[in-house]
């Protein structure tokens, strides 16, 4: 079974990678820095040659100009791609709820995503936050808890 990092534990670049995606709808537990900036430079790298595409119409000219069989396969790849940034974007997300739970902040403080201009911003100074060891109460419980416990 797919083994999680422990909070705190620094992960390299491959690692983080795993996590991203074998974690991708696990909206509890923690995540580290590490793994959270990790994958912000991937998605920046991704967003730069994308953008550096666009500005050179790799996407246009000849291919697009031909048969109409061509168009349907190029809107099959646009679908597969609009899928998976989606699926990228939920990812994203949850990544970002266990990096504020690593914090000891809940994942709600990611609502602040959709304050105009200061809310983007806002979670990147929370992302920098050091793991706290208070998160642990964001941790899935896999053993159930005796009677009482945990009650003072």
């Not at 422990?6 to 696990?26: D, I, S, T, Y």
């Not at 920046?44 to 119409?57: N, T």
């Not at 060891?133 to 419980?141: A, E, H, L, S, T």
């Amino acid at each position: 079974m797919f083994r999680a990092t422990q909070p705190g534990e620094r992960v390299g670049p491959l690692k983080a990678l795993r996590n991203f995606f074998g974690r991708g709808f696990q909206f509890s537990g923690r995540a580290s820095r590490s793994d959270y900036w990790w994958i912000a430079l991937y998605a920046a790298l991704l967003s730069w040659g994308g953008q550096h595409a666009d500005e050179h119409d790799y996407f246009s000219g000849p291919l697009t100009d031909g048969p109409e069989w061509i168009a349907v396969v190029y809107l099959l790849l646009a679908l597969a791609l609009l899928a998976a940034a989606i699926l990228c974007v939920v990812f994203g997300i949850a990544l970002s709820v266990r990096r504020l739970h690593d914090a000891n902040l809940s994942g709600l403080w990611y609502l602040l995503i959709l304050v105009p201009f200061l809310g983007a911003p806002a979670l990147l100074i929370l992302a920098l936050l050091p793991p706290d060891p208070r998160g642990v109460r964001f941790d899935n419980q896999l053993l159930p808890q005796a009677p009482g416990a945990g009650s003072r």
